[in-house]
């Protein structure tokens, strides 16, 4: 990972009443290039940017120092918590939103995580998806990205051998692990860019499997 500094971003603030980084928020950048995205991350009219910039190459970016209140985040809140620009830090993978990420983007990106969960003491199931916080409002990193990957190396969590159970529960479950209180088709969706992409219809017994496992390890 070649990692640039030098906090080039005005957007940023003090983090809110003592608050400190608990949670990392990723996302995609949903423009055509790194430098394009770094633009905007930097301009100070669009008043926008994050803590690091990951570019399809593996160059990593520090935009914004992580000790700051980046503005990644916008409206939406995390195990019943909003303001989450104060509670994150912020990065944004170099991709449109259409493609795979690249692989010297994910090594990049492990590595980086890895640096940050030590320093801030975050656990694992601190690392979320802008998704995961907006429901209905954000599907980033969206259905590409490869959670199951972080989660085998402790940087995120998986439901891994979950088992089928009633789609009754599937939205206390959920809610429980840490979604924000939506309506349960928007909940769905965003549980399933996450967890379970390929997933269609109603919310079904693999759904509800995997959400209670999840509210069971990581309760909110």
């Excluded at 980086?112 to 975050?122: E, P, Q, V, Y």
């Excluded at 402790?154 to 051998?161: D, H, R, S």
């Excluded at 089928?164 to 692990?177: I, K, W, Y």
Aim: charged share 25%.
């Amino acid at each position: 990972m070649v990692v640039g500094r030098g906090f080039p971003s005005p957007n940023h603030g003090p983090r809110r009443d003592g608050l400190r980084p608990e949670l990392v928020v990723l996302h995609f950048t949903n423009m055509a290039s790194a430098a394009a995205a770094r633009a905007r991350l930097c301009d100070l009219g669009a008043q926008v940017s994050a803590h690091w910039l990951i570019d399809e190459d593996g160059q990593a970016e520090q935009l914004v120092d992580e000790t700051r209140r980046a503005w990644h985040a916008g409206a939406g809140a995390w195990r019943g918590r909003g303001d989450v620009n104060s509670r994150s830090i912020g990065i944004e993978l170099a991709n449109p939103g259409d493609r795979p990420f690249a692989e010297a983007q994910l090594r990049a990106l492990e590595a980086l995580l890895a640096g940050i969960l030590d320093r801030w003491a975050i656990p694992p199931e601190g690392v979320i998806a802008h998704s995961d916080m907006a429901p209905g409002r954000k599907v980033d990193p969206g259905p590409r990205f490869d959670w199951r990957r972080l989660a085998l190396q402790g940087l995120a969590v998986w439901p891994e051998g979950a088992a089928p159970a009633d789609p009754a529960g599937f939205v206390a479950d959920a809610r429980r692990f840490g979604y924000p209180e939506v309506a349960p088709e928007t909940l769905l969706h965003a549980f399933r860019l996450r967890f379970r992409p390929w997933g269609r219809g109603a919310v079904d017994a693999d759904d509800a499997g995997r959400a209670a496992w999840l509210a069971r390890s990581y309760p909110g």
